[in-house]
């Protein structure tokens, strides 16, 4: 478990840092400020590990450590250094995968360990991955990526459900990580590359269609 502790502190600082990253990229299609740069990268790469602390009850995990603000203001840092060029919305597209991909097993494993039941622990790595980019494209005033119908949630879901299935029985946390980790981005990616979605409604969208 100590190894497994570890393992998860750095993707987690990695995950924080990622979304940091894509905040920060929401900030430089739209030519903010450096200071708005940083805020946003701290509101996104936190946003989803807040949530889900307030709700299992846990203490916020960046008021504990704030290293977590630190790494995204780097973050930030680096796309204000870095980030001029064309491509930036693919960038941000691939990071917000492998943040996605990463924060759902976080997520899920923190709530398991914590004491959730692994329905909810799912529920809670599935948030954790969600939540910080549906805040970017708030304040970024994008379409959230939630209304879009590429795959995404769906991604989360599957990372944390496969993750939790693996622990209940019994597989070593890192493989069982791993293999979350892996199916997330995997089914992300297929998103972003073959347009992967799920069926739509088959009604009306309005009752006066």
Request: aromatic content about 10%.
């Amino acid at each position: 478990m100590d190894a497994l502790t570890a393992t998860l502190t750095w993707l987690d600082y990695a995950a924080v840092a990622v979304f940091g990253a894509t905040g920060a990229l929401a900030a430089a299609r739209r030519k903010h400020d450096i200071v708005t740069f940083g805020f946003f990268a701290a509101v996104t790469g936190v946003g989803g590990g807040t949530l889900r602390d307030l709700l299992i009850g846990a203490p916020v995990f960046w008021v504990q450590k704030p290293a977590y603000i630190l790494a995204c203001l780097a973050a930030a840092m680096a796309v204000w250094v870095f980030g001029s060029g064309k491509g930036r919305m693919r960038v941000l597209l691939w990071l917000d995968a492998l943040g996605l991909a990463a924060y759902c097993v976080v997520g899920a494993a923190k709530a398991a360990s914590l004491g959730a039941p692994p329905f909810s622990a799912v529920v809670m790595g599935t948030l954790t991955a969600c939540f910080g980019g549906v805040i970017r494209d708030v304040l970024a005033h994008e379409p959230s990526i939630l209304l879009k119908r590429e795959v995404y949630v769906t991604a989360a879901l599957v990372g944390a459900g496969v993750f939790v299935i693996l622990q209940m029985f019994e597989v070593a946390g890192f493989p069982a990580g791993l293999a979350g980790f892996a199916a997330a981005l995997a089914i992300r990616s297929g998103a972003i590359l073959k347009g992967w979605a799920l069926p739509g409604f088959p009604g009306r969208g309005t009752p006066e269609d």
